[in-house]
């Protein structure tokens, strides 16, 4: 009688530990929206040209599935971006367009506590970009008329959470020019801000 009450309870505490452990392992899947703001320039693909970052700002939003320390990231934002060229002679340039990005990230929490973990990621971004803007140069407004509007490229950073919040801080390259006559990759620093409401 003993011996069976002591192989009922070790299957009981085994039963019990293998739905702990697949609870566990069970992916959470989070949404959420995000804001932030992003500082961006372009390779002047000429030696008389100078680039220079100007400051834009972004809104969307994300969505994350959770592998315990692992996680994937997805998010589709509207982006702002500026940026500006100095010339050798003294003149300038202006360069605006607006962008959606989806950016796809993977990532890992290498702190994570119950409420707070900090994150590093990486992955990849493409970007679709309407409306664009030149003012001031007309040389390099003959270069833009066939301004690329798909571009890809790759993004990584550093995030945190605490409990609801997230904040990221990240990098992002383009792989393919946004316009092929001038060889012009952007690049763009971003801060973003987000909540996820589950």
Known sequence: ???????????????????????????????GIKAGTNFTKTDAGSSDLKGKYGL????????????????????????????????????????????????IVAGYKFINAKDFNVRL?????????????????QALREGFKKFDKSNIGITGGVGMDYKNFTMDLRYETGLSSISKEFKSKPHSISLGIGYFLF
Not at 1 to 27: D, G, H, N, W, Y
Not at 121 to 137: E, I
């Open 56 to 103: 834009g700002y972004q809104a969307g939003i994300m969505t994350r599935v959770d592998f315990g320390r692992m996680y994937v990231q997805g998010e589709a934002l509207f982006n702002k971006r500026k940026t500006s060229y100095d010339f050798k002679d003294g003149n300038a340039a202006k360069l605006q367009w607006n962008s959606i990005d989806i950016p």
């Open 121 to 137: 990621f990486a992955g990849g971004v493409y970007s679709y970009t309407f409306k664009d803007n030149l003012s001031n140069s």
């Open 1 to 31: 009688m003993k011996q069976r009450f002591l192989a009922a309870s070790s299957l009981l505490v085994c039963i019990t530990c293998s739905v702990e452990t697949r609870a566990q392992q069970t992916p959470a899947f989070h949404i």
